[in-house]
Structures are given as structure tokens and as C-alpha cells.
């Protein structure tokens, strides 16, 4: 990809026809190479090291690496083609082909390092080259204000990285990965000079590093306003580049093995980006920024799982979430320009509920109904769980991911019981059975997944014991959750039934909670009311010394 | 005592604040003044970037000669000093518009780091020399927009990458270069302080070469922002680089990555 880079700046003047299909070609060549690399590693027994006689610029191939390596590349290919004909009467087309191409080389880089002073080049590089596709459209100021809040952000988890590496090759003299791994695992009580344990350390900044390229709380204010870039870019980001930090964390599960707690912090960061995002999605008027929104949530989503043990569950989501989300960016302008003439949305209950705002009067006995919900879900993902897998019970990670299946499909049917209509119970029966179909295919899919990136059972029951905490304390809290959201679930039915819904119940509440998320927890303004007073502080400092 | 002297004198050239506005004096003298007039040409102003860091490594090394390498407390405090001394002005270069400015604090941010590598036993000539020649194409860079335009400042001239190209493709890989961006011999010489510092205080070495490194991105970021982008005046002539002069940049800044490979395999 960046020979194909170079390529294009090359004939740019002299053939520009040929931009896009030196770009496409490469990018098409490179899904190739990476589909070969994966079918090739699927019959390995290990990974194995690449390089190319230097200390730097080594490349690992294993399960993890080629299969980012064959994410990245297919997204890449698919955002290549779509920019062809979107990008085509853009001034800055040459400029923009040879960003691409260059972003995609650094990716790939990333996801196959194997060592870490290139694992960090490659990280670091992705943030610079997302700011210069960000800034695209150069005249315009937001987009330089907010491919600036990128960089600054991807420059903030850069520096925990920096500093992994710096421990790691002052604890064991080594940069290469599998040998970091081995002498952690012979040496996992290590320290560093503070004192604190080296793992546990290592995990802590790994989980900033990946924090900060995934958006989480508090660092995910440079995605959602990252919109002024070309959809493209968007598309990639969205699909690609936030992936970076559920890929970091897998890359250093057996680090993660050796510590005792961390994984909480990314189980909490986890699950309050996820409650976050969601919530500001959903607030959003602006189609792409409520992508953004709903990416930081799916990433959260990602970071929890991690922070459950679930590691490969996360790359699968995260590869699930990448298809979609790179379906929807591309999709959104077609969407947007058909909706200005006819909004398409067919005539019926929905409708109604959604456009004409009619809250129809549920037809059905809310107790009827509110049992159904909060019972039909559980059974379903409990069932599907034991069907694949029978042990999961003593994992707390699994039993916790079970909840939150429980939650979505509970929700799903409180919508159908909110929509009402003639037919109920058939609408129903198929949410229901829809669900179970989602619920096997990511209970088996995950399983796959597992026995592919951590065929050694151990490792995985490790990871999982990694993120456990006290059974007792787990099992008291769980069943204080189960008991207080099925309690929610039919304090909300019954609300719905009488047609008070909490929403006018408690309205001062509920306008002060809206105002506050309408103005995105004024996160971002506090971000920039403190950049402007360090900006004006710099200046006070260099007056009063004259600037010398 | 003599080791003190020498150390004092060393921080000098590899600054320390408040012996630094000494150097930040020299380096943005005017070239309407009578020494600035000597330093006019930007071969001169690129010639004392790299020599003052090397009488400063000398210095420290003779330091350390004369101590019989006992320099345990002392080095921790010149550290301290250092990192401190980096951190302040990566600082203050934040609200920097004047290139000449920028590149003096620039400067002092970055070589006063060689002291937090110096305490724990680095050898300061490499990253020194790395740390320094990063520098380098923005010092020509900046010379160049002040031949145009009279001086070279951010948000006089906005927009310069569209109207010219060649120069703002330059102008990004020199910045990029200057606050350290891998393949830079900055980013070595910062890795390079940084593995050999970790070894003896984390915290001392990790947290002056992070936060400078941080803000140093900040600061690019704003020279880019108010000259690359945005929309350009339509009241001024805008001259690109030739080919040749264009070709010549290149080539150092690849020569420049070169020698970064250089240190990074040295350090490994």
C-alpha cells in the first residue's frame, strides 16, 4: 500500500486516470495477500516472526494479526472502491488516494507489528495521517479545529504506549512479542523500580492506550465531531481505526493473564462509554453524528467484553460492528439525499408511533406482556449459552455479558408492547424468534472465535479469571441487578398502560436530564475552556519573559 | 565544584531555564541586528543548532570526567531541572506565532531533555545530534516564508497549501519532523532517553518526555493550522518551490529518516 501510495503521487500529474486504479489495484492485491495469510496461518500450530534483518519492522503472523490484517484490508478495499466515484470531482483527489493508501499501510502495520518500537511507530502514524484525512477540506475551520482535537487525543494514548515499550525493554531487553510474552510468563511477579507490579502496570497502560484510539469516556469527544472529513474517511474510521484499541488489548491478553484487577477499569470505562454513546445517539438530529455516537457505544460495548475476559468476543464484535457500521457511513448520503424526497417509511404502526407520534393504547394486559419480557429473553440466552457451551455458568464474565443479552431482548419486546397495533402477539413471535436467531449466531460465532485466537483452553479460562472478582460479592450483586431490573421493566410497562409514561411523570427531571445530554454533558466545552486557558496562560508566561 | 561549574556552564547550551534566555536571545536575534546580521543566512543559524548541543555534550562529559562519574545527586537534580526546563518551554511554545520564536523554544524544550537521559547514564552525543538536526528543515522552511513574505508567522498567510503545494507538503513533513513523529531522529533520540532513563527513575524520565512530546504536537498542529490550512489572501503572490530546490528538501528529509533508522538500530 505504500508503494501504491507512492505510485499515485508519481503519475498523478502525467496519468491521472490512473489513481484510482493503482490505488484500488493495490488495495485489491493487498485483500489477497492478507485472505492467503489467514488461510495459510488457519493450518499453523503457532505464529511466527518476519523481518527483515533490522531491529525494527518485524512482523508477527499469528490468528490475531492476520485476521485484523484481513478486517483492515477488506474495509480498505471496499472504502477504495466507494471513493472512486465519491471522490471523483474532488480537487484534492491525488492528495486524498495517497492519504488512504498511506493510513491503510500504517494499519496494516499496526495489526501486524512484531515488535513493539514498530507496534507504536505504526499507532503513532495512524494518528497523524487520520488528522491530515480529516483535514480534507482545508479552508474549512471545523474541520481543522476537530482533526485537531484527533491527533491530540491519539497523541494522549501514544505516550501510555511509549511507555509499555520503554518498561517492557528495560524489564527484559527484548522489543519482540513473543519473547516479551515469554519472559513475563517466566517472570510474572516482576516489578517495576516503583515497586508496582510490572504486569499490572503494563495492563493499566495498554488499557489507557487503547482507551483513548477507541473513544471511551473521557477521551471520546474527538469522534462524533469528526464528521467533516469525506464519508469515506468516516467509513474507515468508524470500521477500522477505532478497532485499534480492542486489537491492542487482545494483542497483550497474555499480559493481561498476570494481572488482578485491571480489567475492572475497562469494564467500568467499558460499560459508561456504552451507556454514554447510546444515550447520545439517540439525541443526535445529524445521521452521521449519531454514528459517531452510536460507534463510541459499540466500542464500549467492545472494551466491557474485554474487561469481562470475553477478549475474542470483542474482536468478533468489533469485526461485526466494523461491516455495519462501514454499510451504514457509506450508505448514510444516498439515504439522506432519498429521504428529502420521499421519506419511505411505510404507512401502519410504526408510522404512527414514530412520525405522527401516536401513542397507541397497548391492546394487551401489561402484566401479561411484562412477564413475557422480562422472562422470554432470559431463557433464551441462558439456553442458547448452555447449548454451546455448558461450563459458562462459572465464568462471571459470561454471566454478565448473558445480562446485558437479556436487557437488549427485553427492551426490544418493551418497544413492540409501546407500538401495540392489531396484531400484537404475532409482531412478537417474530422479535422473539429473531432474537434467539441473533442470540445462537453470537453465542457460536463467539465460540468459534475463542477456539481460533485462544485454542488453549487455559489461556481463555485465565483471561476470564483475570477479570473475576470475589464469587460472593458477584453472585449478591448480579442477583441485586437481575431483581432491580425486572423491577424497572414492570414499573415501565405499568407506566406505559396508564399512559403516563415517566418521561411526563417527573418532567422537571426529565428536561434538566435533556438539557444536560443535549449539550453532551458539556464534556467537549469544558475540553476546550481548558485549552483556551493553558493557550492564554502560555501567552501571560511568554509576555512577562519577553519570549526569550 | 568544578563539576557544577561545568554542568552550569553546559546548561547553557543545552538549556536550562533561566540560563536559556541566553541562548533563546542568540538564536532569534533579528537580522536587522548587528549579530543577527551574522546569523542572516540560514546555513549560520543551522550550523550553531548543531554546534551548541556538542559543546554542551562536551561540557557535560567533562563534567562527569572531573567528577570520576560520581555525579549521583547532582545528575538528579540536573534532571529534574531539565525535564522541568523542557516542559516549560514545549509550554510556552504553545502561543509562539513567530517562527524564528518557535524554533529557539523548540529548542530549549527539546535538548534540556538530554539532561533527564544524562542522569541515568545515557550517552547524550546521539540524541543530542538527533534532537538537532530535527530542526533543521524548519529552520530552512521558515527562512524560505521569510524571503516571501517578509517574515515567517502563522495566520498571515493562511492557506498555503493550496496555493502552494510543493512547500506545504515540505512544511508538514519538516513540522512533523521537528515535534518528533516516528522516522524522525527526534523520535529516536526521545526513545533512545527514554529506554536508557527507565532503567533508573521512571516517573523523572517518563513524564518530561511525555508531556514535551505531547505539547510539542500541540504547538505543530498550530503552525500548520495557521499557515497550511485555511483560505489564502487574495492580496499576496504566491511562489512555490522549484523542482530542484523541491528535490534537494526531500532528499534531506529522507537522509534525516535515514539517520533516525541509524539511531534506533544503534539502541537496540
Known sequence: MLGSALAVRLVADRQSLLVPRISVGASALTLVLALLLFLQQLGATSGRMLGLGLSVFTLYIDWLSTLMALLVSAVGLVVHVFSVRYMRDDPAYVRFFVLLDGIIAVTLLMVLAGDLLTLLLAWHLVGVLLYFLLNHETRRRPATRYAFWTLFTHRIGDLPLLAVVALVYHAFGTLAIPEVFAALAAAPQATTLLGLPLAGTL?????????????????????????????????????????????????????????????????????????????????????????????????????????????????????????????????????????????????????????????????????????????????????????????????????????????????????????????????????????????????VVGHAFDALLYPDPDFREALYQAAAVDSGWFVLVLLLLVALIAMGWFIAFRFVAEGQPPSRRWRTLYLNLYTLMSREFYIADLYSRAGEAVLAASKRTNALLRWR | MLTLILFLLAGLVLPLFPLSLGVNLLLQQDPASALGGRLAHPAARAGLLVLLPLVGVGLLALGRLVAGGEVGALATVFAMWGGLTSVFYAFRLLSVRDGRIWLAQLYTSALALIWVGAAHEVPPLLPALGLALSLLPLLFLFDGLAVRFGSARVGLYPGLGLCMPVFSTLFILAVLMAVAVPFSPGFFAISELGFGGVGRNELLTLLPLGLSWLLWTWSGINLLAGIVFGTPRDDLAYADLGARVAVRHAAALLALALFGLFLVEGML
Request: one cysteine or more; hydrophobic letters at 55%.
Open chain 1, 203 to 443: 495492563g493499566l497502560l495498554i488499557l489507557i492506550a487503547a482507551f483513548a484510539k477507541s473513544a471511551q469516556f473521557p477521551l471520546h469527544t474527538w469522534l462524533p465531531y469528526t464528521m467533516d472529513g469525506p464519508t469515506p474517511v468516516s467509513a474507515l474510521m468508524h470500521a477500522g481505526i477505532v478497532n485499534a484499541g480492542g486489537f491492542l488489548i487482545n494483542r497483550f491478553a497474555p499480559v493481561f493473564v498476570h494481572t488482578d484487577s485491571v480489567l475492572l477499569l475497562a469494564l467500568a470505562v467499558g460499560l459508561i462509554s456504552t451507556i454514554m454513546g447510546s444515550l447520545m445517539m439517540l439525541m443526535q438530529s445529524d445521521i452521521k453524528k449519531a454514528l459517531g455516537y452510536s460507534t463510541m457505544g459499540q466500542m464500549g460495548y467492545m472494551v466491557m467484553e474485554c474487561g469481562l475476559g470475553a477478549f475474542s468476543l470483542a474482536i468478533y464484535h468489533l469485526i461485526a460492528h466494523g461491516v455495519f457500521k462501514a454499510t451504514l457511513f457509506l450508505g448514510s448520503g444516498a439515504i439522506i439525499a432519498k429521504a428529502r424526497k420521499d421519506p419511505n417509511i411505510p404507512e401502519g404502526e410504526i408510522y404512527q408511533f414514530m412520525v405522527e407520534r401516536k401513542v397507541p393504547r397497548p391492546p394487551v394486559s401489561w402484566i401479561i406482556f411484562a412477564g413475557i419480557t422480562v422472562t422470554v429473553p432470559l431463557l433464551i440466552v441462558f439456553g442458547a449459552h448452555q447449548l454451546v457451551d455448558g461450563g459458562f455458568l462459572h465464568r462471571q464474565g459470561a454471566l454478565i455479558l448473558l445480562l446485558f443479552g437479556w436487557i437488549t431482548g427485553a427492551q426490544t419486546l418493551f418497544f413492540v408492547y409501546k407500538i401495540g397495533g392489531e396484531r400484537p402477539f404475532t409482531l412478537l413471535l417474530y422479535v422473539i424468534l429473531s432474537f434467539a436467531m441473533v442470540i445462537l449466531t453470537y453465542v
